[in-house]
């Protein structure tokens, strides 16, 4: 009660607890993106149907890549990865450093703070990728791109229709990865044109199989926690392990089909 203009005013006065700005942001900026109209979504099956899919990451990190190396020579990606400094490699191994933490924090981790990871890594992503665009012709990437989305379609919808059983194809197909990873590094000091050459074969075979496989495996993760709190956090891990597979079939693919500037 106080008094205003000589008569005794009441006034009410309501609390309302406040929230940490980290879960403001992880409820705020999901729903943000989510909700954004794009002509072009990302599906994979019957999962998208949920409103909590997340349709146009590979679009988002294009933007990104784009958007950095508009300029050629002049563009902020020429200007940062050409000057050398730590800040190249910081955004390089970026994407490695939250593609650890949702794999490994899952389980720990909110699913509205999940979203915010996987747009922060799907941007980080695009800038690590716009190195491409100063070395390769927007024409040669461009048809890499088609044929690769081409590929990835042909191989998802096979592993999502396919009555065979891919499951015994996993460890093989990891065991791939390493090998590649392995090989990769190897190469780094080695320099061999044939090294390379056969580290592009092999990795566009072995992650046009994870494609087929991980669709597989994901089509029957749904199945069985379909209605479970664990669907939403499966949705986001299931779109990082496919983008993952059609971002590397692509890179590997490119080293075949595009042409140097």
């Known amino acids: 009660e106080r008094e205003v203009k000589g008569r005794a005013t009441y006034f009410a006065v309501i609390e ?4 940490a700005v980290a879960d403001l942001l992880a409820a705020a900026i999901p729903a943000i993106i989510r909700d954004f109209s794009w002509p072009k979504s990302m599906r994979w099956g019957e999962a998208s149907i949920s409103s909590e899919s997340l349709k146009w990451v590979r679009p988002l990190t294009g933007i990104v890549a784009l958007l950095v190396t508009w300029g050629g020579q002049s563009s902020m990606a020429a200007q940062v990865f050409l000057n050398g400094g730590i800040l190249p490699c910081v955004i390089q191994l970026a994407p490695l450093a939250f593609i650890l933490v949702m794999s ?3 389980q720990r981790i909110s699913k509205p703070m999940l979203n915010v990871l996987f747009w922060a890594f799907a941007t980080t992503m695009g800038l690590s990728l716009s190195t491409i665009f100063l ?3 927007g024409e040669s990437i461009a048809l890499t791109f088609f044929a690769t989305a081409g590929a990835f379609a042909g191989l998802s919808l096979f592993g999502y229709t396919t009555k065979k059983d891919l499951s015994a194809f996993g460890t093989f197909l990891v065991m791939g990865v390493i090998g590649l990873i392995i090989a990769s590094v190897l190469n780094l000091f080695l320099q061999s044109g044939v090294l390379s050459f056969v580290i592009s074969a092999v990795g566009v075979l072995v992650f046009a199989g994870l494609t087929a496989y991980d669709t597989q495996r994901l089509k029957e993760q749904y199945a069985y926690i379909r209605g479970t709190e664990l669907m939403g956090k499966a ?7 496919l ?3 059609f971002i590397n079939m692509f890179l590997f693919l490119l080293r075949f089909l595009g042409s140097e500037e």
């Open 235 to 241: 949705i986001i891990m299931g779109a990082l392990n």
């Open 243 to 245: 983008y993952l597979d």
């Open 16 to 19: 309302k607890p406040g929230q």
């Open 104 to 106: 490994f924090g899952m």
């Open 135 to 137: 070395v390769y012709t």
